[in-house]
């Protein structure tokens, strides 16, 4: 017993030394494969939910409601002028453009290209992109020159009691 006792010691050290090593190496291939599973998942998380929402935009099948937002006073806004403002988030850039006594149209004003803001061109009647020269309709936000294939997405407003509001993002139709 005694003898072995001197051997065993040497002996368990060098196994556990090779577990050891070995764990490290498998540890070292799950630390990584968890950051990549990780990785993975969270541009899942971050990725698939928000292309759902975008999905359901796009098909006009999302039925979400923002409050509806000030954007202006009517008296504020001379005919053929535009306002800035940003609907539904601080984040969703837009424009608001009185084209007549009676008429508003507002846009989301990321440019459906490579999201330059689109900007409202009086003297031209035209909505435009300074990146790439890309141009939308102001009546209708579809695009008319340039590069552009999608329209500009539209918001819904409403005058009540003197004051231009913002209701919805309208849908796309189908
Ligand atoms: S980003 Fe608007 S035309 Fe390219």
New binding site residues.
């Given amino acids: 017993m005694m003898e072995n006792n001197n051997k065993i010691p040497f002996e368990e050290d060098n196994y556990t030394h090779n577990i050891n090593r070995n764990n490290e190496r498998m540890l070292d291939r799950r630390g990584f494969m968890k950051t990549l599973v990780g990785a993975a998942g969270l541009f899942a998380v971050s990725s698939l939910p928000w292309g759902a929402v975008a999905a359901k935009e796009l098909l006009g099948l999302s039925n979400k409601e923002y409050p509806k937002m000030k954007i202006a006073d009517v008296n504020a806004v001379a005919v053929g002028d535009s306002v800035k403002f940003a609907f539904p988030s601080e984040h969703d850039s837009a424009l608001l453009i009185r084209l007549g006594e009676n008429k508003f149209v507002a846009y989301q004003n990321a440019?459906?290209?490579?999201?330059?803001p689109?900007f409202w061109v009086k003297e031209e009647g035209e909505m435009i992109?300074?990146?790439?020269?890309?141009k939308f309709d102001a009546n209708t936000g579809a695009p008319t020159a340039?590069?552009?294939r999608r329209p500009l997405p539209e918001i819904q407003v409403k005058v009540e009691n003197g004051v231009i509001y913002a209701i919805r993002v309208k849908r796309y139709e189908a």
Avoid: S
């Fill in positions: 440019c459906t290209h490579l999201r330059c689109v992109c300074p990146c790439h020269h890309g340039g590069p552009p």
